[in-house]
């Protein structure tokens, strides 16, 4: 078997780069409105949004590498519906059992005896949280006011959770920061492959090309992880197959093997009625070969009477849709009857077999 692979730990999702390029501002960002003011004990909250391989979470855990001064709590909140279970987790972080009921003065009261640090709480995949506790989102972020002792928070989430609170939500919360972290463009997809591939790859088994051809394949999706995974998967097999470099059929083999657009993580952070929403568009793909307005609005109402929830209205269709459309999950064209005989709106899913979103969906529907 020929050696390709040097060393694969940058090539896994757990490596933290050095430098997260392309990330530079995003990270004085944080740097300024959160760490700065934490060093100072001044607690505040940064809102960090943006879609799935576009770096949001490997700098924040740069900045976790980078200040251990500070006490650094990191949750993954994709499964968590109450702040509560994020204050119990923290407090273990000291080594503070809470058991049964306890209010939140008391677990910062707690904390005030064991801590000589600042505290920074991290809470990733963190919408449906929100959604779900906004209440415990207050009392985290205005603890300075309310219980003395202040702490930084890092909210991070594929959608701005700021565009699922109310104003009088965003007026109780007070002064926050947002931080958006936008699609990786193609060049810059190539420069994190091209920095990747130098540092886990033999020099030689890869070329300029394959590099290129990878970054065109996700320049659609902004997306460096997936570019990131089709490296690997196409390293691995090349080195499977025993040749000396990876070749184009390595490269359509590993993208073949993902999914470049539809991720737990973004179906998570969906409400209950976006996942059936979502669901009912599947179902008409795969019952009717085709998915309308008319029809998705049909099969949400059995669904919506199915699971004992009120029907959604015209409104709340349309609204959902253009939010699964800017997650990339679907798309929506506008198709004529022909000459003088209007047109109607057809919903299609992105880039995944529709069998495939619709087992995801049930998987996630059972958890919720």
């Known amino acids: 078997m020929k050696n390709i692979i040097r060393d694969p730990g940058p090539l896994e999702n757990f490596f933290i780069p050095r430098n997260v390029i392309h990330r530079e501002r995003q990270f004085r960002d944080i ?3 959160v760490i700065l003011p934490l060093r100072s004990c001044i607690g505040s909250t940064a809102f960090i949004y943006g879609q799935s391989g576009t770096g949001k979470t490997v700098t924040v855990r740069q900045i976790m590498e980078k200040e251990r001064d500070l ?34 003065e008391s677990v910062f009261r707690l904390m005030q005896r064991v801590n000589n640090k600042q505290v920074l709480l991290i809470v990733d ?15 985290l972020m205005r603890s300075g006011e309310l219980f003395g002792t202040s702490i930084g928070i890092l909210i991070i989430s594929v959608d701005n ?65 997936m570019g990131i995974e089709i490296l690997q998967k196409s390293a691995f ?24 657009f539809i991720t737990e993580s973004k179906l998570m952070e969906l409400d209950f009625r976006e996942i059936l929403l979502l669901q009912s568009v599947c179902q008409n793909l795969i019952n009717e070969g085709e998915c309308t307005m008319e029809s998705l609005s049909r099969s949400m ?68």
């Open 301 to 368: 109402a059995v669904n919506a009477e199915i699971h004992g929830i009120k029907q959604p209205d015209t409104a709340f269709i349309y609204r959902a849709i253009r939010h699964l459309e800017t997650l990339d999950i679907v798309e929506s064209r506008l198709e004529s009857f022909g000459p003088g005989k209007g047109v109607r709106k057809k919903v299609y899913v992105n880039d995944v077999p529709v069998e495939v979103l619709m087992k995801k969906i049930q998987e996630i529907s059972g958890r919720l």
């Open 125 to 139: 995949e963190a919408l449906n949280l929100i959604r779900s506790d906004f209440e415990g989102l207050y009392s």
């Open 31 to 33: 740097f300024s409105s």
């Open 161 to 225: 959770p700021a565009l699922h609170l109310s104003a009088q939500d965003m007026r109780k919360l007070g002064i926050f920061n947002e931080i958006k972290f936008d699609r990786y463009t193609r060049n810059q997809i190539l420069d994190i492959l091209s920095s990747r591939a130098s540092i886990s790859l033999y020099g030689g088994s890869y070329s300029d090309e394959i590099l290129s051809q990878i970054a065109s394949l996700c320049e659609k999706s902004g997306s460096a992880r």
């Open 71 to 104: 006490h650094i709590f990191y949750e993954n909140a994709i499964s968590i519906t109450s702040f509560k279970k994020v204050m119990g987790d923290l407090a273990a972080s000291f080594g503070i059992s809470i058991e049964g009921k306890i209010s939140y």
């Open 237 to 260: 097999g090349a080195q499977y197959r025993g040749a000396d470099a990876i070749d184009l059929e390595d490269v359509r083999a590993a993208a073949a093997m993902i999914n470049p």
